[in-house]
């Protein structure tokens, strides 16, 4: 069974692969396919990230265009979508070295390295603590929560955790270590789960 | 197992990346331990939440900024 699974993956190619054939080509609405697919993300991790929506726009406009001129540089062995986010993801650290003129920024900055300690906040949530809150409500709390977190941590979370990357692509994509990348995302989840708490935490007597 | 143990493992097991033999010991330990059962259904709500909220919208108008940005590139030679 897994050996037809795979051949069957090997025969499949990933939908993005004929859209690029397509452009190179000359074909743009191919990649007008692309950008609608992937817009939304893009956009996503560079205001994670840059955490300002200018930057974000601009960010995300640079990342296609980039990759549009670029695109017979890409090789198909990799996958469109971690090769498009590896280049907004160094947009965006460009956009905030811009920013912040003359002061060296690197995705190491604010991190402390040791192993994540046994949290402290032992409160269990709610059951769907999220239903206490109305959807602007909610998305606040996520935004506020996540903003707070150390830059190093953010975009590690951001890339593993929502985004979907592997370790091993998170790590390249950052140059990083394998080690450094799961520490991040350890710390980065506690710290996340411990701030969500105060709004998600189980309250005594009333639900709410 | 140690609380420091389990959570040293913590995400190897969110990931679902730990051999049979620890998944075995990280469930004994999580039976006599509420603050790591807490710990570890709380932090899968954390991602599961960030997962699947928007927090960013794309702003309106963006897409055919882009649009325009993409085909007057293209008019100097696609």
């Known amino acids: 069974m897994s050996t037809i699974q795979t051949i069957a993956g090997e025969l499949e190619p990933h939908p993005d692969v004929a859209l690029v054939e397509r452009v190179r080509a000359g074909d743009v609405t191919a990649y007008d396919a692309l950008v609608r697919k992937y817009d939304r993300q893009i956009f996503r991790i560079a205001q994670h990230i840059t955490q300002n929506r200018e930057d974000a726009e601009d960010v995300m406009q640079d990342a296609f265009l980039k990759a549009y001129e670029k695109l017979d540089q890409f090789q198909g062995n990799s996958k469109f979508y971690t090769w498009l986010v590896r280049i907004a993801v160094n947009e965006s650290l460009m956009r905030l070295r811009k920013r912040r003129t003359g002061k060296m920024i690197s995705i190491d900055e604010d991190v402390e390295t040791e192993e994540g300690s046994v949290p402290r906040d032992l409160a269990d949530w709610a059951p769907d603590p999220e239903q206490n809150y109305n959807q602007s409500e909610l998305a606040e709390i996520l935004r506020k929560t996540i903003q707070g977190l150390p830059q190093g941590f953010r975009v590690v979370f951001v890339l593993r955790d929502v985004e979907g990357l592997s370790t091993e692509e998170t790590a390249d994509m950052l140059s990083l270590s394998i080690p450094a990348v799961k520490s991040r995302l350890l710390r980065a989840r506690l710290q996340l789960r411990e701030r969500l708490s105060r709004y998600f935490r189980r309250k005594k007597g009333a639900e709410k | ?78």
């Open chain 2, 1 to 78: 197992m140690t609380c420091t143990e389990f959570l040293a493992l913590l995400d190897d097991l969110i990931d679902d990346s730990v051999t049979p033999e620890v998944r075995a010991q990280l469930q004994q330990h999580l039976h006599g331990c509420e603050h790591c059962e807490v710990t570890l259904n709380t932090t899968r709500k954390t991602i599961e939440i960030y997962r699947s909220h928007e927090i960013y919208d794309l702003p309106p108008g963006l897409r055919e900024r882009l649009h325009a940005a993409i085909m007057a590139r293209c008019k100097k030679g696609c």
